[in-house]
């Protein structure tokens, strides 16, 4: 079963206005963090927000956030202000037992975003 | 701090031959993690190492195997390259449980 999916291939959205990409997990383990990165056209991965199932608050860093709805099992990528800079794919990424003991992530097959000027 | 390096960037293999890539993660990072990365099958976690020791491995057959050393350095080996070799691979460190970061990656190509 695929534990995690992203169902927007594409996403296309104005420079200065935000845009949300959406993320559904799938896990039966009580403790996990959740990731986002982007990945340019160089192909680094750059990490951008992590989310831990136990957090209470939405994580935040700049202009990046995180709409964690856990009963709905959802952890979607907001954007503020949407930059050129932001075109790239973006992924989410789970990993399980979020406490300790294995570090492996699981991730989606991605949504690549284009910033229009 | 100095980010997750890997080397080399680019390598170009042929059918049959081995190779060895290099990952250094962030200092103080005792995790080390590898992922493939290709357009039909996206991201796969191929193996985690922590502490010099395998903690947990992907489903990838036996060609592919790594090794971490105590300065957390790791090194991943393909055997009997295969051109559906061809990807970008990448690793990532971690404290760990908390974020990872990934390095820039190293291109493979297998002709």
């Known amino acids: 079963a695929q534990k995690i999916t992203q169902t927007q291939p594409g996403m296309f959205v104005q420079e200065k206005e935000a845009v949300t990409l959406d993320c559904t997990y799938d896990?039966?383990?009580?403790?996990?963090?959740l990731f986002w990165y982007k990945q340019p056209s160089s192909g680094e991965m750059i990490f951008l927000i992590y989310?831990?199932?136990?957090?209470?608050q939405n994580a935040t860093e700049g202009r990046y956030s995180l709409n964690f709805q856990k009963a709905r099992k959802s952890a979607n990528l907001v954007i503020s202000a949407s930059q050129l800079g932001d075109s790239a794919m973006y992924f989410c990424a789970m990993r399980e037992g979020d406490q300790g003991g294995s570090e492996k992530l699981v991730f989606g097959k991605g949504t690549k975003l284009t910033v229009n000027p | 701090k100095a980010g997750v390096t890997q080397t080399p960037r680019y390598l170009i293999k042929t059918r049959g031959q081995q190779v060895t890539l290099s990952c250094s993660p962030i200092s103080g990072h005792r995790s080390v993690s590898w992922y493939q990365q290709t357009p039909g099958q996206g991201l796969q976690f191929l193996f985690e190492y922590f502490s010099e020791t395998q903690r947990n491995k992907g489903n990838f057959p036996g060609r592919f195997s790594g090794r971490q050393f105590s300065n957390s350095r790791s090194e991943m080996n393909v055997s009997t390259l295969e051109l559906g070799d061809s990807a970008l691979y990448l690793c990532a460190s971690s404290i760990p449980s908390v974020e990872q970061f990934f390095g820039p990656g190293t291109r493979l190509t297998v002709l």
């Open positions: 896990t039966s383990d009580p403790s996990y963090g």
């Open positions: 989310q831990g199932s136990y957090d209470q």
